[in-house]
Nanobody, 123 residues
Framework: QVQLVESGGGLALAGGSLKLSCAVSGGTFSNYTMGWFRQAPAKERGFVVGITWNSFRTYYTDSVKGRFTISRDNAQNTVYLQMNSLKPEDTAVYYC????????????????WGQGTQVTVAS
């Protein structure tokens, strides 16, 4: 019933920017903690950033602090990931995820996942 659809991935040069979007349907968006994860080839899916249901708090993995910004628009049922100062090591499939309202950012599991969008950063 809950669907998450990512968009905005593509090719960027090192130092460039991309903005990812994740549209959520089939559920009550404001009930969800939202997050972004990424997975490079042969690596496990890793946490990038999470945001609470009301945008009150965010939590970023160290490698993206100061470069990536998560935001959400509850009226549009959409969460965004603005990625600046991209590095080749940011290359991965990026996944949007939804979890329970109140989950601990960077700790608790998420319940629903999008299909992913490819981000490739060329050196």
């Amino acid at each position: 019933q809950v669907q998450l659809v990512e968009s905005g991935g593509g090719l960027a040069l090192a130092g460039g920017s991309l903005k990812l979007s994740c549209a959520v349907s089939g559920g009550t968006f404001s009930n969800y903690t939202m997050g972004w994860f990424r997975q490079a080839p042969a690596k496990e899916r890793g946490f990038v950033v999470g945001i609470t249901w009301n945008s009150f708090r965010t939590y970023y993995t160290d490698s993206v602090k100061g470069r990536f910004t998560i935001s959400r628009d509850n009226a549009q049922n959409t969460v965004y990931l603005q990625m600046n100062s991209l590095k080749p090591e940011d290359t991965a499939v990026y996944y949007c995820a939804a979890g329970r309202r109140g989950l601990r950012l960077g700790v608790d599991k998420y319940d629903y996942w999008g299909q992913g969008t490819q981000v490739t950063v060329a050196s």
